[in-house]
């Protein structure tokens, strides 16, 4: 056994304790341990919500697992709302090895072309999803190192409208050795169709339009909108954004298996430990830990008053898979008046700054901590002679070690501060982990917004900004919606 390994046994031994040391919730607290007595500890994702024992009543837990087992009933058998996109269930088990194998292609003629820097534009379920694995699977550093490999980097535009960011990306693109990958459905969404726009002009300049042709790539629909029409005219290679799967639910499409592809990562290994998740989460059981998750985040929320939910990560390399989750649950969720608030943290960076809230401010929230069970990296603190900063009762241990402790500390502080706390957990940040875990919160995605009573896959209230925006900005179509808006203002 590991020193991670004993830290992580003796966080799960300290948490079940404390849950069923405090007097007046000791009968609750060990009704419910004994639900959780034998956890399934078998899956690639494992779910530990012996954190919220001194909270919630075991009789009402119970309750919820039965209202998730009746969504998880719902998403398995394709009869609840949204089941036209449903097409992400199946996409670790069902990716073609062509369509890899056409990913690899593009990699290796942008290889030869000397292709250094790939800009991906697209906005949401779009980008969001392989800038959380690009983020996660590379190094820190990657850009201030010298040795940066084969690999291009890969830069993420078309997600804002900000002129500087875009003026700043083209100082970038104009000292490279550019290509573009471009994705949407329609092609006419605002935010990257203008910055494919400039992007474009750009490119055709300078290599001239054959050239800017093979050095695009469009993911869009498979038969019609401004973007296929354009990519059928100019030549450019195309990859299909499946129409049963939402862009929320994409990353394991074309939508983010390129992108992954490009920056150098293995996505044969991403889809088979999404597979194994596919396996095991379609198991119906009380144990299965999407619909552990789904139904103690319900529990918290409708019984309880946790309308927040903190998704807590201890590695920096996560900061965009909270960035991805919140887009999948807040948009999933948000709808008829309802849903929990996704919100997210980096630790031990934000206990410096959200700590102090999360500790003693309105208890509206629950965390839910993404666990990583191994460092990829080892460094060991070491002596000083002056001991000035007083660290020499460290000299010998990891820094991991002190990242678990502080994790532990911290756990055991908010849940004396009366926030809940989940546990996700992962063994390591590679490929396989990473694939698992974005379909594990697919998955309880689903069956969650289906306890919650809405349908997951649609997202009605998107579009009231773009209506106004339209309209203030004067475009074709909208001349009524314009002169209603100018009479507010």
């Known amino acids: ?20 040391s405090e007097s007046d919730n000791s009968m609750k607290s060990s009704n419910f341990a004994d639900l959780f007595e034998n956890v399934d500890t078998t899956n690639m994702v494992k779910v530990d919500v012996k954190g919220c024992a001194s909270f919630v009543d075991a009789a009402q837990y119970e309750k919820y697992v039965g209202k998730a087992l009746t969504a998880f009933d719902t998403l398995v058998s ?43 534009i697209g906005i949401g379920g779009s980008y969001l999803g392989a800038r959380c694995a690009i983020e996660a699977l590379s190094h820190n550093f990657a850009k201030q190192l010298k040795d940066k490999g084969d690999a291009p980097e890969v830069v993420f535009a078309g997600n804002n409208l900000s002129e500087e960011y875009v003026s700043e990306l083209m100082d ?21 169709a203008v910055a494919f726009r400039i992007v474009k002009a750009y490119l055709e300049e300078k290599y ?19 973007l296929k029409t354009l990519a059928t005219q100019e030549g450019y290679r195309t990859f299909v954004v499946p129409d ?42 009380e144990k299965n830990p999407a619909v552990v998750y789904a139904a103690m985040r319900n529990l918290l929320y409708s019984e309880y008053g946790k309308k927040v939910e903190v998704l807590v990560s201890y590695n920096p390399k996560f900061q965009y898979l909270g960035e991805w989750w919140k887009q999948l649950y807040g948009e999933s969720e948000g709808k008829d008046k309802k ?9 031990t960076t934000d206990l410096h700054s959200m700590g102090q809230f999360i500790q003693d401010g309105d208890r509206v929230m629950f965390e839910t901590v993404v666990n990583i069970e191994k460092s990829n990296r080892s460094v060991v603190i070491g002596t000083d002679p002056q001991n000035l900063d007083q660290l020499n009762y460290l000299a010998g241990s990891h820094v991991e070690h002190c990242n678990a402790m502080a994790q532990l500390g911290t756990k055991l ?41 809405v349908n997951p896959f649609n997202q009605p209230g998107v579009e009231a900004y773009k209506k106004n925006m339209f309209a ?14 100018q009479a507010r203002l």
């Not at 693109?173 to 573009?180: F, G, K, P, S, Y």
């Not at 608030?341 to 980096?346: D, E, R, T």
């Not at 706390?421 to 694939?435: A, H, R, T």
């Open 413 to 453: 502080a908010h849940i004396d501060g009366g926030v809940p706390q989940l546990e996700v957990s992962i063994e390591k940040i590679d490929e396989k982990n990473l694939g698992g875990l974005f379909y594990f919160f697919e998955y309880a995605c689903g069956i969650s917004a289906y306890v919650l009573g």
């Open 1 to 20: 056994m590991n020193h991670l390994t004993r830290i992580l046994a003796a966080l799960a031994s300290a948490v079940s304790l404390f849950a069923c």
């Open 339 to 347: 849903g929990i608030f996704p919100a997210s943290v980096i630790c």
């Open 172 to 192: 970038l693109v104009a000292e490279r050795n550019a290509a573009c990958v471009v994705i949407s459905k329609s092609g006419t969404t605002t935010e990257p």
């Open 244 to 285: 049963n799967v939402g862009g929320r639910f994409s990353v394991l499409t074309p939508v983010g298996l390129l992108p992954i592809v490009l920056a150098g990562f293995d996505v044969r290994a991403m889809l088979a430990g999404a597979a194994e998740m596919e396996k095991s989460l379609s198991v119906r059981s």
């Open 78 to 120: 394709g009869t609840g709302e949204g089941n036209d996109f449903l097409g992400w269930k199946t996409l670790p088990t069902e990716t073609d090895e062509n369509l890899i194998a056409a990913c690899e292609a593009v990699r290796d003629d942008w290889k030869n072309r000397k292709v250094d820097l790939v800009v991906v």
């Open 472 to 485: 203030l900005l004067n475009k074709p179509g909208y001349e009524a919606e314009s002169a209603a808006i």
């Open 208 to 226: 001239g339009r054959d050239e800017a042709a093979a050095r695009i790539v469009a993911i869009t629909d498979a038969k019609k909108g401004a």
